[in-house]
C-alpha cells in the first residue's frame, strides 16, 4: 500500500518548528527594544563641547533654570541658552578656563581661535517629530521640571532622568495630582509637599479660587485628606487640580496632530 500523505509532509514539523524559533525570535527582540531602558534612552549622557555642571550653577549657586531656558514658560520649546547667556557671566568668571574655549571661540573677537559660530549642544531629550508637547502648557499649571527631567541640580552631567515614553506620559495624565506644585515652587526642585506650610498653602489657593479656606479644608475633608498635620503631594495635587480645572487630554490626538 503507497503512502496516504506525500512525501514532502515529512518536512512539516520541522517547518513548523523553525516558523515557531522566528516568532519567539522576533518577540524577544522587540521585547528588548521597546520595552527596555535602551529604546527609552533613560541613562543617556552624551559629552557637551562645554562640561556645563548643573549641580555647581543649579545646586550650589542656585541659578533658576528660567535664566538659560528662558522660553519654557511662555513657549512650546524650552529653548537651551544661547552664547550669549553664557557670555554674561563668563565674559568675566574663569574667562581663561580651557573648558570655556568654545564660548570664546563664539563670543570673544580678541580670542586668536574666534570664529563666531554658536555652541553646538548635544540635544539630550529627543522626543519624536510625530508627537507634540508644549512646555509652557505644562509649567503654567504646576508640573515642575523634576517630574519630567529628575534633579537636574544634582547632576554634574546631566543625563535622561525618565523614560518619556507615551505610557509614560499617559500615567501621569490620568493621575495629574501626583505632579502638580504651586506655581512659585515649580523650578525649586528641592521641594517637598510636606514641608509646604499648610496655612499658606490655603490661603494663597484662596486668594486665587475666591473660596474661604474654610470651604477648601472641607473639600479635602471629603475626599478623605486630615485637615492637620503635614501637607501630602496628593492633598497639595487633589487642591490644585480642581483649583484650576486641569484635566489633561488622554486621546491620541492630544499629542499625535
Same mark, same amino acid.
Given at each position: 500500500?503507497?503512502?496516504?500523505?506525500?512525501?514532502?509532509?515529512?518536512?512539516?514539523?520541522?517547518?513548523?518548528?523553525?516558523?515557531?524559533?522566528?516568532?519567539?525570535?522576533?518577540?524577544?527582540?522587540?521585547?528588548?527594544?521597546?520595552?527596555?531602558?535602551?529604546?527609552?534612552?533613560?541613562?543617556?549622557?552624551?559629552?557637551?563641547?562645554?562640561?556645563?555642571?548643573?549641580?555647581?550653577?543649579?545646586?550650589?549657586?542656585?541659578?533658576?533654570? +528660567?535664566?538659560?531656558?528662558?522660553?519654557?514658560?511662555?513657549?512650546?520649546? @524650552?529653548?537651551?541658552?544661547?552664547?550669549?547667556?553664557?557670555?554674561?557671566?563668563?565674559?568675566?568668571?574663569?574667562?581663561?578656563?580651557?573648558?570655556?574655549?568654545?564660548?570664546?571661540?563664539?563670543?570673544?573677537?580678541?580670542? @586668536?581661535?574666534?570664529?563666531?559660530?554658536?555652541?553646538?549642544?548635544?540635544?539630550?531629550?529627543?522626543?519624536?517629530?510625530?508627537?507634540?508637547?508644549?512646555?509652557?502648557?505644562?509649567?503654567?499649571?504646576?508640573?515642575?521640571?523634576?517630574?519630567?527631567?529628575?534633579?537636574?541640580?544634582?547632576?554634574?552631567?546631566?543625563?535622561?532622568?525618565?523614560?518619556?515614553?507615551?505610557?509614560?506620559?499617559?500615567?501621569?495624565? +490620568?493621575?495629574?495630582?501626583?505632579?502638580?506644585?504651586?506655581?512659585?515652587?515649580?523650578?525649586?526642585?528641592?521641594?517637598? @509637599?510636606?514641608?509646604?506650610?499648610?496655612?499658606?498653602?490655603?490661603?494663597?489657593?484662596?486668594?486665587?479660587?475666591?473660596?474661604?479656606?474654610?470651604?477648601?479644608?472641607?473639600?479635602?475633608?471629603?475626599?478623605?485628606?486630615?485637615?492637620?498635620?503635614?501637607?501630602?503631594?496628593?492633598?497639595?495635587?487633589?487642591?490644585?487640580?480642581?483649583?484650576?480645572?486641569?484635566?489633561?487630554?488622554?486621546?491620541?490626538?492630544?499629542?499625535?496632530?
Amino acid at each position: 500500500m503507497g503512502n496516504f500523505f506525500p512525501r514532502w509532509t515529512n518536512l512539516v514539523p520541522l517547518k513548523i518548528l523553525f516558523a515557531a524559533f522566528l516568532v519567539a525570535t522576533g518577540l524577544a527582540a522587540a521585547v528588548a527594544t521597546y520595552w527596555t531602558k535602551g529604546y527609552s534612552a533613560v541613562g543617556y549622557q552624551p559629552d557637551q563641547p562645554i562640561p556645563f555642571d548643573h549641580s555647581l550653577h543649579a545646586g550650589q549657586l542656585g541659578m533658576d533654570c +528660567r535664566y538659560c531656558h528662558s522660553h519654557v514658560e511662555r513657549s512650546s520649546h @524650552a529653548n537651551v541658552p544661547n552664547a550669549q547667556t553664557c557670555w554674561n557671566c563668563h565674559s568675566q568668571i574663569k574667562t581663561n578656563s580651557e573648558k570655556l574655549v568654545p564660548l570664546r571661540a563664539a563670543m570673544d573677537e580678541s580670542f @586668536a581661535g574666534y570664529t563666531g559660530k554658536p555652541i553646538e549642544w548635544v540635544k539630550i531629550h529627543k522626543l519624536g517629530d510625530y508627537a507634540y508637547f508644549n512646555h509652557s502648557v505644562h509649567v503654567n499649571r504646576g508640573v515642575s521640571c523634576v517630574s519630567c527631567h529628575g534633579k537636574i541640580n544634582e547632576m554634574k552631567v546631566v543625563w535622561q532622568d525618565k523614560s518619556q515614553t507615551m505610557g509614560w506620559c499617559l500615567d501621569c495624565h +490620568r493621575n495629574p495630582a501626583t505632579a502638580l506644585r504651586p506655581l512659585d515652587q515649580v523650578t525649586n526642585l528641592d521641594w517637598k @509637599a510636606e514641608e509646604t506650610d499648610r496655612s499658606s498653602f490655603y490661603a494663597a489657593l484662596a486668594h486665587q479660587t475666591g473660596l474661604k479656606v474654610e470651604d477648601l479644608e472641607k473639600r479635602a475633608q471629603q475626599r478623605g485628606f486630615e485637615t492637620t498635620g503635614a501637607l501630602t503631594q496628593k492633598e497639595i495635587g487633589s487642591q490644585l487640580k480642581e483649583a484650576w480645572g486641569v484635566h489633561p487630554p488622554e486621546s491620541c490626538s492630544a499629542c499625535h496632530r
